[in-house]
């Protein structure tokens, strides 16, 4: 049974920072892309940031490129997203997932999904 779940989520003011933590279960990690997407409460899911099997290329919405950093810990599991200088805009529910696919902004190439965590930021 896969499992990733998220954590680091929480209340920020504008211009803080997030660490973000994905810990997957259930399948063999380091075969799989992984990515961060988000969604606010009346809008769609939307990519965040994807990194490939070994963390050496990534790919970041233009929202959030400069700003958050994607990168992964394949002996423990993990994936992580290190989100600096925050705006308000950056509010929502945070999701990993994992593709079997090559990674990409789309939601269909992701076969597994985290249950989220809430990032708010305060202005």
């Known amino acids: 049974q896969v499992q990733l779940v998220e954590s680091g989520g929480g209340l920020v003011q504008a211009g803080g920072s997030l660490r973000l933590s994905c810990a997957a279960s259930?399948?063999?990690?380091?075969?799989?892309?992984m990515g961060w997407f988000r969604q606010a409460p009346g809008k769609e899911r939307e990519f965040v940031a994807a990194?490939?099997?070994?963390?050496?290329?990534?790919l970041y919405a233009d929202s959030v490129k400069g700003r958050f950093a994607i990168s992964r810990d394949n002996a423990k599991t993990t994936v992580y997203l290190q989100m600096n200088n925050l705006k308000p805009e950056d509010t929502a529910t945070y999701y990993c997932?994992?593709?079997?696919?090559?990674?990409?902004?789309?939601?269909?190439?992701?076969?597994?999904w985290g249950q989220g965590t809430q990032v708010t930021v305060s202005s």
């Open positions: 997932a994992a593709a079997s696919a090559p990674a990409s902004a789309y939601p269909d190439a992701y076969a597994y």
């Open positions: 259930g399948l063999t990690f380091r075969l799989y892309d």
């Open positions: 990194v490939r099997t070994t963390g050496s290329y990534t």
